[in-house]
């Protein structure tokens, strides 16, 4: 059974950082882009990173580059978000998503991806 589960969500402190973990299981990681989304309340989801299969191509959107890095271990089976100098802004219900055939200019839209986890909460405040 394909899986995807998100873990290490919880409460910052602007300025602080957390490290959000996607463990897949049931399926080949490597054969999967993987993408991080978002959503906040009151807010439709939006593309926060992507990473392709090989992990040699990222991308992220205009409000977290510079602070945010994606990277995977296709050997663990896990996909990673770093997050740094987080803002209250960031502050969503964070997704890890799988797609076998994600269109390189669509890799932040939901369209193709597959697979979704449960989602981890970040709350970023003082």
């Known amino acids: 059974q394909l899986q995807l589960v998100e873990s290490g969500g919880g409460l910052v402190q602007p300025g602080g950082s957390l490290r959000l973990s996607c463990a897949a299981s049931?399926?080949?990681?490597?054969?999967?882009?993987i993408g991080w989304f978002r959503q906040a309340p009151g807010k439709e989801r939006e593309g926060v990173s992507s990473?392709?299969?090989?992990?040699?191509?990222?991308i992220y959107c205009d409000s977290v580059k510079g602070r945010f890095t994606i990277a995977r271990d296709n050997a663990e089976g896990t996909v990673y978000l770093e997050m740094n100098s987080l803002k209250p802004e960031d502050t969503a219900v964070y997704y890890c998503?799988?797609?076998?055939?994600?269109?390189?200019?669509?890799?932040?839209?939901?369209?193709?991806?597959?697979?979704w986890g449960q989602g981890t909460q970040v709350t970023v405040s003082s």
């Open positions: 049931g399926f080949a990681l490597e054969d999967y882009t």
């Open positions: 990473i392709s299969k090989s992990g040699r191509s990222t």
């Open positions: 998503a799988a797609g076998r055939l994600v269109i390189s200019g669509r890799r932040l839209l939901e369209w193709d991806y597959d697979y």
